[in-house]
C-alpha cells in the first residue's frame, strides 16, 4: 500500500509555470507505475500524464504535450509535474496516482489503486 501526497498546486499567470509534487510513502515506490490527473469544475477527470517505473517511459495528454513532464526519483520517493506555458484551460484540481500494472504505463483512471487527495492549480488569463 503507498499513500500519496501532492504539494506545490497555487496562482499563476497564464504563460507562466509550476511543478507539483506528490510524495509518497513506504519503501516501494518504484515498483508502481504513477500518473498525474486533472478535475476541473463541472468536468470529468481526466489523463494528464504517466511515468514507468524507473521512468524509461512517458506518455502525455495531447492538450499537455510539449508543455508538461512528468518525472520521478525513486530515491526520494517522489513524482514531479513540471507545468510550463500555463494556460487557463489547465485551471483544476491536479491528483497524483499509483498503479500496480505491469504495462509500462497507465492512462485510464480505473487502473490505478491508490490517489492523492489533489492540489488545485489555478490560471490566471
Known amino acids: 500500500q503507498v499513500q500519496l501526497v501532492e504539494s506545490g498546486g497555487g496562482l499563476v499567470q497564464a504563460g507562466g509555470s509550476l511543478r507539483l509534487s506528490c510524495a509518497a510513502s513506504?519503501?516501494?515506490?518504484?515498483?508502481?507505475?504513477m500518473g498525474w490527473f486533472r478535475q476541473a469544475p463541472g468536468k470529468e477527470r481526466e489523463f494528464v500524464a504517466t511515468?514507468?517505473?524507473?521512468?524509461?517511459?512517458?506518455y502525455y495528454a495531447d492538450s499537455v504535450k510539449g508543455r508538461f513532464t512528468i518525472s520521478r526519483d525513486n530515491a526520494k520517493n517522489t513524482l514531479y509535474l513540471q507545468m510550463n506555458s500555463l494556460k487557463p484551460e489547465d485551471t483544476a484540481v491536479y491528483s497524483c496516482?499509483?498503479?500496480?500494472?505491469?504495462?509500462?504505463?497507465?492512462?485510464?483512471?480505473?487502473?490505478?489503486?491508490?490517489w492523492g487527495q489533489g492540489t488545485q492549480v489555478t490560471v490566471s488569463s
Open positions: 496516482a499509483a498503479s500496480t500494472t505491469r504495462a509500462y504505463a497507465q492512462t485510464q483512471a480505473q487502473g490505478y489503486e491508490y
Open positions: 511515468i514507468s517505473w524507473i521512468g524509461g517511459n512517458k
Open positions: 513506504g519503501r516501494t515506490f518504484s515498483r508502481y507505475v
